[in-house]
């Protein structure tokens, strides 16, 4: 049985969630500061780099690795729900998890449509789903 909208929706709230802390912390000790003697505003300091490296490695490792080499993510774990390859119903693999991250876009350039083609399509695919074969089921 395919995930409903709204589990998935959940899922990936989880998920962000967990990076967001690395990007709070890029942006509050890593943001720009002020130059002592022009007064003038600087580019993000080191540390910035570091906490958006770490937040990029942790949503890389549990959207790329983790969901593509056990079907889930941290979030879709939570929720009880996979992301399975459409034929085999085996999990996709890390490559083609990020292939879909980037297919994503698709989803969003017509206005974020793409994200809700589950709301009314028979396998509950968004748009990066149904360009890589994958869909997300319950268990």
């Given at each position: 049985m395919f995930a409903n909208w709204i589990t998935r929706v959940?899922?990936?709230l989880v998920d962000s969630l967990i990076a967001a802390p690395f990007a709070i912390l890029a942006a509050v000790l890593g943001g720009p500061g002020t130059d002592a003697e022009t007064g003038l505003p600087t580019g993000p300091g080191p540390l910035y780099w570091v906490f958006i490296v770490l937040a990029?490695?942790?949503s890389g490792y549990n959207r790329w690795f983790?969901?593509?080499k056990t079907g889930q993510s941290w979030g879709k774990k939570a929720l009880g729900i996979r992301l399975v390859d459409e034929v085999s119903g085996q999990p996709i693999g890390a490559g083609k998890a990020f292939l879909r991250d980037l297919a994503h876009f698709i989803d969003s350039i017509i206005?974020?449509?793409?994200f809700?083609?589950?709301l009314w399509d028979s396998k509950r695919q968004t748009l990066a789903d149904k360009i890589v074969k994958t869909v997300v089921v319950k268990g």
């Open positions: 959940g899922a990936y990029i490695a942790l983790q969901a593509g206005c974020f449509i793409g809700l083609f589950p």
